[in-house]
């Protein structure tokens, strides 16, 4: 017994947060499973996912965008090292309500939190009609990884995507980058890593996740 709970410990905790219907749960199941899920149903206070990336455990949390639900999102926050801000890029409002309610849940995470900003349903975007440019996406991610003390400078790549969960487009690189910056694979890992299906965990009984250290981001 005691070898299966130690095996389930995350060593990184992943958070995603963003207004009702931008797409989050659909981001993940195409993270997760490779398929679109269009018809999901609206997460009610959280759902939680284990993927295994080389010899590390990796806990995704993917939160409730509805108002009612925004004090259980902080709680959930609690040792996230990574956090991705997601918003429809088809809707104006949805960027706007992650500034009004979703930044400060921050709050709750690990000081040096990596805060990546997602803009979803690029599929929907057709020649240059869009609600939201791909600057404001883009400041909003460079301005916020600063504040956790994170130069701009200290990147491969910038702490921003615009994806489609529908094509895939963009959403294997979301993860990778996150978890290549917090849990880097060195030559003997990378070789060995496997990418398994994940299973999601109910989170009644998984509820006690809440009380492990994630490990420290970098």
């Not at 130690?6 to 195409?30: F, N, P």
């Not at 018809?39 to 993917?62: C, E, M, R």
């Not at 999102?73 to 009004?100: H, K, T, V």
Request: with cysteine; glycine share 8%; charged share 25%.
């Amino acid at each position: 017994m005691q070898e299966s709970t130690t095996k389930k410990k995350a060593d990184l905790k992943v958070i995603i947060l963003g207004d009702t219907s931008v797409g989050k749960t659909s981001l993940i199941q195409r993270y997760l499973h490779g398929v679109f899920a269009g018809n999901t149903i609206s997460t009610i206070g959280a759902s939680f996912f284990l993927k295994q990336w080389g010899p590390y455990n990796v806990a995704i949390w993917d939160t409730a965008g509805e108002e009612r639900y925004s004090g259980l999102s902080s709680f959930y926050c609690r040792g996230a090292s990574a956090a991705i801000l997601a918003y429809d890029i088809s809707q104006s409002r949805s960027l706007r309500a992650l500034r009004e309610r979703y930044l400060q849940l921050l709050d709750a995470s690990e000081p040096n939190c990596l805060v990546v900003v997602v803009g979803t349903k690029k599929d929907l975007v057709t020649g240059s009609f869009r609600e939201i440019a791909s600057c404001a996406g883009e400041s909003l991610a460079l301005e916020l990884n600063e504040k956790k003390g994170r130069a701009s400078g200290s990147f491969n790549e910038k702490p921003f995507f615009e994806t489609s969960a529908k094509s895939g487009e963009n959403v294997q690189k979301v993860f990778d980058f996150i978890l290549n910056t917090c849990l880097p694979l060195d030559n003997e890992d990378t070789a060995k890593r496997s990418l398994r299906q994940t299973t999601g965990i109910d989170l009644e009984n998984e509820s006690q996740t809440q009380n492990e250290s994630a490990k420290k981001c970098c």
